[in-house]
């Protein structure tokens, strides 16, 4: 019984991270008047803020001096920084340049990717419905490498950056909030150099700056910290492949937003790829339905 709990309580959260990514690209683009690096350091800032309040009603600051006295896990905790600011980076950049589809394009190869890494460094088996999916995947990556004539690096960054970090994760096994408050922390020196000696934006001010422009800037914190503190509960109680499942939820919305909201344009090579990573996630979803009928 427990175990069955543990295991949908994993789902809740896997839905509540994805989603909340999904909608994500709205807020960010709402953001595009700062410059990406002022957006990527307030996330920073104000995401250390935010978990320190949550470490402090939890109490779980022991928890957080405990970690500490951990070379081999701070070691880890410094590579999932690493992963994490480089996803943020360039999902920003993405959103922000007008590259929304090619984000969702990532987003979508990512369970993709989530399954091969399972296979690769946590012995999970992979099916052969599975590896179709991975096949189509590569033939759908294939066809913007033929098309662009070189590899789409927003749409491999992102899903290999974030698919390495859940994978860390998912070997350290360390608290969700306690790692992700020590991996902002890592990156907070970096985000407060740049605030205070290199940011010159007409934004960089806050002081300046309106009052609802500066709302939007602190719940940042809020938007980068709540879905990681999902995500990382989740892929402590699901399979890795069965947290890619969730994965297409924020590139399908990412996708609505892009053609919908702000015209982003899709060519024939595109749309493609897409149909290609389409038929790779419903055979996921239904591989299930795929064997009984193979029976």
Request: some cysteine.
């Amino acid at each position: 019984m427990k175990q069955f709990s543990e295991v949908h309580l994993g789902v809740f959260y896997a839905l509540g991270a994805y989603l909340i990514w999904g909608i994500s690209p709205l807020y960010f683009k709402h953001l595009d008047v700062l410059p990406v690096f002022e957006i990527i350091s307030h996330r920073v800032v104000w995401s250390v803020l935010f978990l320190a309040i949550i470490l402090t009603i939890t109490r779980q600051w022991e928890r957080f001096v405990k970690l500490l006295q951990s070379p081999k896990l701070m070691a880890l905790l410094c590579l999932s920084t690493a992963l994490i600011s480089t996803n943020w980076l360039v999902f920003i950049w993405s959103i922000n340049n007008d590259h929304m589809l090619d984000a969702s394009l990532g987003y979508f190869i990512n369970p993709l990717v989530n399954v091969l890494l399972g296979l690769i460094f946590l012995n999970e088996s992979l099916s052969r419905v599975k590896w179709v999916a991975i096949v189509l995947a590569c033939i759908g990556v294939l066809v913007q490498v033929i098309e662009l004539g070189s590899l789409p690096w927003i749409s491999l960054v992102l899903p290999f950056s974030f698919a390495f970090y859940g994978l860390v994760r998912k070997k350290i096994k360390v608290e969700a909030l306690v790692g992700l408050f020590i991996e902002t922390l890592l990156g907070l020196p970096v985000a407060l150099i740049y605030l205070c000696y290199f940011a010159n934006s007409a934004t960089s001010n806050l002081l300046n700056n309106p009052f609802s422009l500066n709302i939007w800037i602190v719940s940042a914190g809020v938007v980068t910290a709540l879905p990681l503190i999902f995500f990382a509960q989740a892929a402590l109680r699901l399979k890795l492949s069965t947290l890619g499942f969730f994965q297409y939820l924020a590139p399908s919305l990412m996708f609505l937003f892009a053609v919908g909201f702000y015209n982003e344009p899709i060519g024939i090579a595109k749309s493609i790829t897409f149909i290609f990573i389409w038929a790779g996630i419903l055979l996921f979803v239904f591989e299930n339905q795929i064997h009984r009928l193979a029976k």
